[in-house]
Structure formats: structure tokens, C-alpha cells
């Protein structure tokens, strides 16, 4: 097999088939002759038999129609950073207000916030999973703080 039958597209072999019914053969003996000339990358019998009964109807398009179907979802790094500064100004902010805001759908921002983000709702607030460094070491300085003063008070209140 050569190489050249290897780079020979659906849109090289659709135009092929174009003019072969006006020569008038029909879709099987096309088929033949693209077996022998492409080998194993020749589109289907089905596939030619199609080909030729759109061509009939004066549907001479070699290009793929678009598909209807379900939308690609695209998480892009912009959306990312979008969503994470609505949720930094507004931390009690909705789903479905950033949902209207960007125009995107609901399952896919709440994908982003809690896969992308690693953010999680507590009681209407959204916060990071889990604590970073600097927020655990002040968080401990915090509670050492809150222990040597309440410490400091009830000894003061049992010396009395």
C-alpha cells in the first residue's frame, strides 16, 4: 500500500464519487474500485451507497455538515480565574448567579468550584477545602492566644 492511499481523505474520496455515477456506474462497482485503490481505508459500502444517493439529489457538499449533539464543555483557565474573583468578592454568591453572570451551565461551575477551585460551600459561604499554610499557622498562633488568655483568667478567678 502506498503512502498516497493512506492520505487520501473523506473529502478527496467523496469528490471521486461526485463523478463516478455520471460516468454511470453505480455504488457497488465504485466500491470496487476504491477497495482496489485504497485497500483497507476505504470507506464502507453503506457509506458509498449514501454518498451516491445524496449526490443524486443534488446535495454536492464534500464537506461534513455540522452535527447537532450535546456541546463541547471546555473548562478554560479565563473561566477558572473568573469564577474564583466573583466567589473572592462575593463569598455568599450563588451557582446560579455566576451560571447567569457567564453564561455557563450550572453542573459546569459547580465542576469548577468544587474540582478546579477545591472550594466547598459551609453555611452559605464558599471556602477552600482545606487550610493552607499560612492560614494553619495563624489559625494555631489564634488558638494558643485564646488558650493563654482564658488560661490566665481562670487562673486569676480560682486564686480569688
Known amino acids: 500500500m502506498s503512502g498516497d492511499a493512506r492520505d487520501f481523505n473523506n473529502i478527496q474520496t467523496r469528490d471521486?464519487?461526485?463523478f463516478s455515477p455520471l460516468q454511470g456506474k453505480v455504488p457497488k462497482e465504485i466500491h470496487v474500485i476504491q477497495t482496489e485503490t485504497l485497500?483497507?481505508?476505504?470507506?464502507s459500502y453503506t457509506?458509498?451507497?449514501?454518498?451516491v444517493a445524496q449526490f443524486k439529489f443534488s446535495d454536492f457538499s464534500t464537506c461534513?455538515?455540522?452535527r447537532?449533539?450535546?456541546p463541547k464543555t471546555v473548562t478554560t483557565p479565563q473561566i477558572i480565574n473568573k469564577?474564583?474573583?466573583?466567589?473572592?468578592e462575593d463569598c455568599r454568591i450563588s451557582a446560579k448567579s455566576i451560571t447567569e453572570q457567564l453564561g455557563?451551565?450550572?453542573e459546569r461551575v459547580g465542576?469548577?468550584?468544587h474540582k478546579d477551585l477545591d472550594m466547598r460551600k459551609l453555611s452559605a459561604k464558599c471556602v477552600p477545602n482545606y487550610l493552607n499554610a499560612d492560614q494553619k499557622v495563624s489559625g494555631v498562633s489564634r488558638l494558643s492566644n485564646f488558650l493563654n488568655f482564658f488560661g490566665a483568667i481562670q487562673m486569676i478567678s480560682c486564686s480569688d
Not at 485497500?39 to 470507506?43: K, L
Not at 457509506?47 to 454518498?51: I, M
Open 104 to 106: 455557563i451551565s450550572r
Open 16 to 18: 471521486v464519487i461526485i
Open 39 to 43: 485497500g483497507e481505508y476505504t470507506p
Open 111 to 113: 465542576f469548577i468550584i
Open 83 to 88: 469564577i474564583h474573583e466573583l466567589i473572592l
Open 47 to 51: 457509506t458509498v451507497k449514501n454518498w
Open 68 to 70: 447537532p449533539g450535546r
Open 64 to 66: 461534513d455538515a455540522p
